[in-house]
């Protein structure tokens, strides 16, 4: 059973950088046609696709925010990472990672609320 787990601060103050971790178990972020994702939902909206991380390493971002992040891993720990640089309020949603086997999202973190505030 794979279990992703995202981890970081609640709590972001405007113009800074918004850093999430996603601890995975029961299966390598190393494992073939798999794909890692970073996904929100601001409040009263629905789920954003913000980027992906893959198996081998490479990425892709929504456009509309490739310029303010970031997707890496850290293979020996099995962990891949978003940073979101000089966020607003309107950064303020409930962050996901989850796993993407080539045709849909088959596992989630349980979700973890970041508010951006000063």
């Known amino acids: 059973q794979v279990q992703l787990q995202e981890s970081g601060p609640g709590l972001v103050k405007p113009s800074q950088t918004l850093s999430l971790t996603c601890t995975v178990s029961?299966?390598?972020?190393?494992?073939?046609?798999?794909?890692w994702s970073w996904i929100r939902q601001p409040p009263g909206k629905g789920l954003e696709w913000m980027g992906v991380?893959?198996?081998?390493?490479?990425?892709y971002y929504r456009p509309s925010l490739k310029s303010r992040t970031s997707i890496s891993r850290d293979t020996s720990k099995n962990q891949f990472s978003l940073q979101l640089s000089s966020v607003t309020p309107e950064d303020t949603a409930v962050y996901y990672c989850?796993?993407?086997?080539?045709?849909?999202?088959?596992?989630w973190g349980q979700g973890t609320q970041v508010t951006v505030s000063s």
């Open positions: 989850a796993r993407w086997d080539s045709a849909f999202y088959d596992y």
């Open positions: 029961g299966g390598s972020i190393t494992t073939s046609s798999y794909a």
């Open positions: 991380i893959a198996y081998d390493g490479s990425t």
